[in-house]
């Protein structure tokens, strides 16, 4: 993979076409090479009838930050990545406070990228991973 050449200018182009991050509210925190950090702030709109966040949120803004580090890096042969499968588990629930979420490329293979992410909730508590295998699309 190459490197961009305007890291930030990437950022600025991702955040503002991220709709659906935009729309829960997520907020991006950091980004380099090897790690995407965001975070989103719980609104109770996003929480299930039970009171707890609902896990389709988490997942979206969890799945937006591997879509950002993936496409940080994308070798012009490629035009994009998309999420080819999901593993999460929902390990605490969420009902407060905000949730940070960390993504790692764990390796590559061929047009298969696997990516791994955490996400805390404000007291440090793990509250969620998960696993997905991103495919590279052709140009």
């Not at 390990?91 to 293979?109: C, D, K, M, Q």
Request: charged letters at 20%; proline letters at 4%; a neutral charge.
């Amino acid at each position: 993979m190459t490197t961009p050449k305007d890291l930030s200018s990437y950022i600025a182009s991702f955040l503002k076409n991220d709709r659906m991050g935009n729309l829960l509210g997520a907020r991006f925190v950091s980004l380099t090479l090897e790690e995407c950090i965001y975070e989103y702030a719980t609104n109770p709109e996003h929480f299930n009838p039970n009171g707890i966040l609902h896990g389709g949120t988490l997942y979206t803004i969890m799945d937006t930050s591997q879509g950002m580090l993936i496409h940080a890096d994308l070798d012009p042969a490629y035009k994009a990545g998309a999420t080819g499968t999901a593993t999460i588990k929902y390990l605490a629930p969420v009902t407060s406070g905000t949730v940070r979420i960390h993504t790692r490329i764990n390796r590559r293979e061929g047009r298969k990228v696997f990516i791994d992410s955490y996400a805390v909730d404000s007291t440090g508590v793990k509250v969620a991973t998960l696993e997905e295998i991103w495919i590279l699309i052709r140009s």
